[in-house]
């Protein structure tokens, strides 16, 4: 069974890589819509699992490995900014503060009917940030293209205080738990995949 990552994200292609999965990508190209009286879970379940069955309606046989990350304060969804004013804004709104970032992760092999949906929710405490911080950040350009304006692999591991839960599912794709579901549902055991006697 050939496995495919429903994403374009380098970030998630580079933890796949990380734990010797063989694997293609095919970005999915589905809107990512909010709808009214969803929670923050419910939410990136579902677009986890659009964007899986998108790949999946065209490659049957396959794995579809699909992933949607958000960052949540206050039970208010922080996506991605539309620009530097929106980032500041948002990155401001995390200071000296905790929030949770969620993954919603979905599992998909048409074949054999199999679709499993599951979730993660990490904590991330941000330092008290001054003016300067913040426009320091602003000014490396990473905060536009990550939800809630960071990156905790790259520079916005200088805005971090403390986390609370998986780093990979800051980053983007919790692979602790994404090796549960492959070993409980499709008997993948990513131990086995790769040679790692080196």
């Known amino acids: 069974m050939n496995i495919i990552l429903a994403s374009a994200s380098p970030r998630r292609k580079e933890i796949l890589e990380n734990a010797s999965v063989k694997f293609e990508v095919m970005a999915s190209s589905i809107e990512e819509l909010t709808l009214d009286g969803e929670s923050p879970c419910q939410m990136v379940m579902r677009l986890a699992f659009e964007k899986g069955m ?75 940030l001054s003016e300067e911080d913040i426009n320091d950040y602003i000014r490396t350009k990473e905060s536009l293209d990550k939800a809630g304006a960071y990156g905790i692999q790259g520079y916005g591991a200088l805005l971090v205080d403390e986390i609370q839960g998986d780093y990979f599912n800051i980053v983007g794709l919790p692979i602790s738990r994404l090796s549960d579901l492959l070993k409980k549902h499709f008997n993948i055991n990513l131990f086995m995949e790769g040679d790692v006697s080196e």
């Open 54 to 128: 998108d790949i999946a309606s065209r490659q049957k046989s396959d794995l579809i490995i699909s992933a949607d990350t958000i960052v949540v304060i206050d039970n208010t969804v922080l996506g991605k900014p539309e620009n530097e004013i929106e980032a500041r804004k948002m990155i401001t709104s995390l200071s000296g503060r905790t929030h949770q970032v969620i993954t919603g992760i979905s599992l998909i092999n048409l074949d054999n009917n199999k679709k499993i949906i599951d979730y993660v929710i990490s904590n991330v405490k941000f330092k008290n």
